[in-house]
């Protein structure tokens, strides 16, 4: 999903954290599901790797990940970073939103 934003050029926390370092549009990863069986061989990461190259295609700077906070949520968050994404600031959260780069950052 590939979001349009108006009003404020970046995203904020709760707090008013700026926690995206790029203005919209922004990309957002709500979920990659892999069947049980084909786990752990890739077919995550290639998913997300080719949403992260359409999001670029059309103009995202940077894609947001949101890890599920229910079980299984340190695996979810360890795939994230595996893949690139790191922690936005957002001091309220145990397991905050996470981000990449679609674009060079400049």
């Known amino acids: 999903m ?12 709760g707090d008013g954290v700026d926690c995206a370092p790029a203005p919209p549009p922004y990309g957002y990863v709500l979920a990659v599901a892999v069947a ?3 786990r752990r061989r890739g077919a995550g990461g290639s998913l997300l790797d080719r949403f992260v190259a359409e999001a670029r295609e059309v103009g995202v700077r940077w894609v947001f990940g949101f890890p599920d906070e229910g079980a299984g949520v340190v695996g979810r968050v360890s795939f994230l970073r595996a893949t690139g994404f790191t922690p936005v600031p957002d001091p309220d959260e145990k397991y905050p939103a ?5 674009q060079d950052a400049r």
């Open 2 to 13: 590939f979001g349009r934003s108006t009003g404020e050029p970046h995203a904020r926390g």
């Open 36 to 38: 049980p069986g084909q």
């Open 98 to 102: 996470m981000g990449r780069w679609a």
